[in-house]
């Protein structure tokens, strides 16, 4: 009892900013075990539910439509920051108009896309497209009308999570993917008991899930929780159309550069080395990532924060967290080098001897992570302030050098040269971002530092 007297005290001490942030890691921390678990226990129940042919086929299509997210060109970004920064000057007549002119926008972009992708299923040869056997090409063309409605559905809904996370309820807004995929589980489940295979069942099973989840939310915190701020036709404002879509184009830009840049690295570890440097790396990737991970976890909570602490201009309170987190990830080092040390061990134990991850591989990930993970620190709350414009410009530098450098790279180090250029790349990423935060913290950002 003790024990847990103590650990209360340490949540509930400090301002209410700092108690949300330590609750928000919490909840966080523990949302995301539940997620990891769920995951596990889908891929299995589904390959049960239809043959591994068809699960291939479902994996490639839902990733199809993973990429179409970018098509909300950063709104919802855009929200997070500007409601918040309303929510901290307790001006909820303009988040209302933020928050219904999001909306509208969502529903002017997606809509209309809904229609367009519907229209064209039809006339795409799947069978061609995915190199499958044609048989599934109506089996396919059903299932695309069912993903990408869903799709469409909850790329509207979805501002809801934003607007969570602007209320600093991180952990609240994550939360709804982890009970979507619950209850995709349980679905799943029945069908394998009462519905034979079939590609549309699965992905009605899952992709609607998270629409009913989201739909129940938002009918329940705009009634609730947020009612004051709660989407109105009435209050589309147009004027903010034009902010929302600056900021927001800015992190749209920064995040494409990034998924560009992260996700070439498989191919240019093949073309330079080889598929099995790709599994060796990503096996290493997936095993140190695990850190990563998790101290992604204790960074998301910043961004609200810190746009409500820069609107509020609590410059102290952001200078005390940002040491904090310091300490913190001397404490990841500490970490990282233990697994980097264990890694044959971990290896063995994970996956025997199926493949081979040497251990000069593993330290070079490792170290790839510790950078990655020390400019995500700067990042977060830089993206809370919401003073991209230099981050921006230094993604695209990276994003046009990293190719060449990791060709030049791997002439003497092969796969691990690919790796070399992404600690190369991220560390200029961690010095300008580094600049910028201690410039803004301490009120000495001038320029392109403060735009």
């Not at 301002?15 to 921390?29: A, D």
């Not at 591989?361 to 990655?372: D, E, H, K, R, W």
Request: proline share 3%.
């Amino acid at each position: 009892m003790n024990i847990l007297k103590i650990i209360n005290n340490k949540i509930t001490s400090g301002n209410s900013r700092s108690v949300t942030i330590k609750k928000n890691i919490l909840l966080s921390l523990f949302i995301k075990g539940i997620s990891i678990i769920v995951s596990l226990l889908l891929v299995p129940l589904t390959l049960g539910y239809v043959n591994s042919e068809l699960y291939g086929i479902w994996l490639t299509l839902s990733s199809v439509i993973t990429w179409l997210h970018f098509l909300d060109i950063g709104f919802t970004n855009g929200l997070k920051n500007r409601l918040g920064e309303a929510i901290a000057l307790n001006d909820l007549e303009k988040g209302k108009r933020l928050v219904s002119t999001t909306y509208g926008v969502m529903i002017l972009i997606f809509l209309p896309l809904a229609i367009i992708l519907s229209l064209c299923i039809p006339y795409i040869n799947w069978a061609w497209c995915l190199n499958i056997n044609p048989k599934y090409n109506v089996d396919i063309c059903n299932a695309m009308y069912i993903l990408v409605i869903c799709f469409c559905l909850q790329m509207i809904l979805n501002v809801l999570t934003a607007v969570i996370s602007a209320y600093q309820k991180v952990a609240l807004s994550s939360s709804f993917i982890v009970i979507g995929n619950a209850l995709s589980l349980i679905v799943i489940y029945i069908l394998t008991k009462v519905y034979p295979p079939s590609l549309l069942a699965l992905a009605m099973a899952i992709a609607s899930m998270p629409i009913i989840v989201l739909l129940i939310a938002s009918f329940f915190f705009y009634n609730k929780d947020f009612k004051k701020i709660s989407p109105s036709i009435k209050f589309y404002d147009k004027k903010y159309v034009k902010d929302l879509f600056n900021l927001g184009s800015k992190f749209f830009l920064i995040q494409i550069q990034m998924l560009v840049l992260y996700q070439s690295t498989n191919v240019l570890i093949s073309n330079v080395s080889g598929p099995q440097d790709v599994t060796s790396y990503n096996l290493a990737y997936k095993y140190i990532g695990i850190a990563m991970m998790v101290y992604t976890i204790l960074l998301q909570p910043l961004w609200p924060a810190f746009t409500d602490a820069y609107t509020r201009k609590d410059f102290k309170w952001m200078k005390n967290i940002y040491n904090k987190m310091k300490k913190v990830f001397i404490i990841c080092i500490f970490i990282i080098i233990a697994m980097t040390i264990l890694s044959p061990i971990a290896y063995n134990l994970w996956i025997g001897k199926q493949a081979h991850v040497p251990f000069m591989m593993t330290s070079m990930v490792a170290i790839y992570v510790l950078v990655n993970s020390w400019s995500s620190l700067q990042v977060n709350m830089i993206n809370g302030i919401g003073t991209i414009k230099i981050q921006t410009y230094t993604t695209l530098l990276g994003l046009i050098v990293h190719i060449p450098l990791s060709l030049f790279f791997s002439q003497f180090l092969g796969a691990m040269g690919v790796v070399l250029s992404m600690i190369c790349v991220t560390s200029l990423y961690s010095i300008v971002f580094t600049i910028q935060i201690k410039k803004l913290l301490n009120q000495k950002a001038k320029g392109i530092w403060a735009a």
